[in-house]
């Protein structure tokens, strides 16, 4: 499930979360969004990333957080999975942290509500968790209504 054992690290509210480094293309501040009539409300909009049009996918609904506080602007983790590059929208970007493969362990039963189902599991780290988050899972929001 871990196959490499480095992650870019980010916040989205209180939770602590990463992406196998290997999946994400890029990190970039706030880009202005082009919204998308009858999308997912997780749909932001869409970003024009240096010509290629890359939807963007606001973690604070999709994992079940409320918004984020008027003014704060998130920043831009792009991703690529097996449809293309799409950009994660977090809160805060944190550094990339190498991780011991054997020490990773299955989600906490804790997690409830939609995290439950992007999260696949947990690194413990010195002072906090690091809790993986599923890429593909996550920009899947073909099962959501709009």
């Excluded at 490499?4 to 209180?14: D, E, K, L, P, R």
């Excluded at 003014?71 to 977090?90: D, F, H, Q, T």
């Amino acid at each position: 499930m871990t196959d490499g054992n480095q992650y870019c690290t980010f916040t989205v509210g209180s939770l602590f979360l990463g992406i196998d480094v290997r999946k994400v293309q890029e990190v970039i501040r706030y880009q202005e969004m082009t919204r998308v009539p009858l999308a997912a409300k997780v749909v932001t909009g869409l970003i024009n990333l240096r010509g290629q049009i890359v939807p963007a996918i606001d973690l604070r609904p999709r994992l079940g957080l409320p918004p984020r506080a008027a003014g704060a602007l998130p920043i831009n983790v792009v991703v690529r999975n097996s449809e293309g590059a799409v950009s994660l929208l977090v809160d805060e970007i944190g550094d990339v942290v190498s991780v011991e493969a054997d020490s990773f362990e299955p989600r906490p039963e804790t997690l409830r509500g939609p995290s439950r189902e992007l999260i696949e599991g947990v690194f413990k780290l010195k002072k906090r968790l690091l809790l993986i988050l599923d890429v593909d899972r996550s920009v899947d929001v073909t099962q959501l209504a709009a």
